[in-house]
């Protein structure tokens, strides 16, 4: 029936939403911390910007591996852990760059504008990375080993069962 959504299309879109969520809340706790650390607390950028994005990778990992990607068992450090970790500080280089050229350009102005221009340099750099990780955690670190069976999530089951891993979805 043309102008219906597949189901693995629909699945699809499901784990696109969940994944947007989790990234809206680890965004928020992020820049929550950011604006105390930098506006309130004065730390410097560069600092705050570790602390806030190390913080809030423990919550994102957890949500994504869970909600998801429906991984509720045994998580592995060295399969998803460790790279997911890798993948977050990864951005973190990114967005420090980012964070300290907004700091530097604005370190005249107001604090208020400080802090604003400080997090959305965070924000850009964070976003420029969204899809791909996406596609890393699905199709590398969340991805259910073969012979697993099905997950937890039937949003999730229904698209592996009906789309291979290895085609191009986005």
């Known amino acids: 029936m043309p102008g219906t959504a597949s189901p693995s299309r629909r699945a699809l879109l499901r784990q696109l939403i ?5 990234s809206a809340i680890s965004t928020t706790i992020s820049l929550i911390i950011l604006g105390v650390l ?4 004065s730390f410097p950028a560069i600092w705050a910007n570790v602390i806030a994005t190390s913080i809030a990778t423990v919550p994102s990992f957890e949500l994504n591996r869970r909600w998801v990607w429906a991984q509720d068992g045994q998580r592995s450090l060295l399969r998803q852990a460790v790279p997911y970790f890798l993948l977050s500080f990864a951005g973190l280089v990114i967005s420090t760059f980012a964070v300290h ?3 530097g350009a604005t370190s005249a102005s107001t604090r208020l504008v ?3 221009a400080v997090e959305m340099a965070n924000v850009g750099a964070y976003g420029a990375l969204w899809v791909i990780q996406f596609m890393l955690c699905d199709r590398i670190l969340f991805r259910s ?7 937890a999530d039937p949003a999730v089951s229904e ?3 009906s789309s291979d891993h290895s085609s191009s979805r986005v």
């Open 101 to 103: 050229l907004a700091s």
């Open 145 to 151: 080993p073969p012979g697993q069976g099905v997950t």
């Open 38 to 41: 930098v506006g309130l607390a």
């Open 114 to 116: 400080h802090t604003a």
């Open 159 to 161: 698209r592996d069962t």
């Open 18 to 22: 969940r994944y947007g969520s989790v």
